[in-house]
């Protein structure tokens, strides 16, 4: 097993007013109140009640993510919401190119990285969202458009930056639909994203860096699919949508991450 951070991360994309959120937070909390060896727990509600979902993880292992932020530090640019107003809330995490995000919104590879070099100059952790359609992936090009979107979100990115950044593969075929890329197939993807991540930072010797950046799995992830994923060696986490919308839902995957996290540490001390 790998020591790299564990993450079960919910996309509550749409969902949730500022009192439902006080509610699936506080249900979260108090599902981990207590627990050892927990994975990173990220909430991602949308922006009018992520200050709802910090007040409810308060004295809590739980953290708060924002789902996306603009580059830029302010401006006339109505509708945005920038990486300084996120970190004055207290935000930890932020999601950069979800496919949604691509998909209605016009995200482009370039201003994932834009947006990735502002998340980082904040301090803020980016989980970067990878991912091929349906079309690319009946096309045999999942792993040509994957490394495509991997290269071009690091460009410019220092090899010290590995030490913060998360990679999620969302399959765009796979979200909200049902579908699940099979836990197989999502560890060979992975696997190959680490393979891309480790080739960009060859030179200077920082290839074996990309062996601590954590990739998470998103698609379609629930109770029932869950265990087979985090047994996978290059699954380090998920991203979850829908079953992180119910607490009963999630809270499942949040113990099947403490269980590879106590695996973690059993391999770890069986070496010493």
Known sequence: MTKRKTIIAGNWKMFKTRKEATELA??????????????????IPPFTSIESALNAIK?????????????????????????????ELGVKYVLIGHSERRQFFGETNQTVNQRLKAALA????????VGE?????????????????????????PPEALEIIVVAYEPVWAIGTGKVCEADEANR????????????????????????????YGGSVKPSNIEEQMAKPEIDGALVGGASLKAEEFLPLIKAGQKRVQGTAKDSLSKV
């Open 122 to 129: 904040h301090k803020l952790i980016p989980i970067v969202c």
């Open 59 to 87: 004295d809590s292992p739980v953290s708060v993510g924002a789902q996306n932020m603009d580059w830029r530090d302010n401006g006339a640019f109505t509708g945005e919401v920038s990486p300084v107003m996120l970190t």
């Open 133 to 157: 359609t349906l079309d690319e992936r009946e096309s045999g090009l999942t792993d040509s458009v994957v490394r495509r979107q991997v290269g071009a979100a690091l460009a410019e990115i």
């Open 189 to 216: 993807v992975l696997g190959q994203i680490r393979a891309t991540i480790a080739d960009l930072y060859k030179e200077g010797g920082n290839s074996g860096l990309a062996d601590q950046v954590p990739l998470l």
């Open 26 to 43: 506080s249900a979260v909390a108090a599902g981990c109140k207590g627990e050892k060896d927990l994975p990173e727990v990220v909430l």
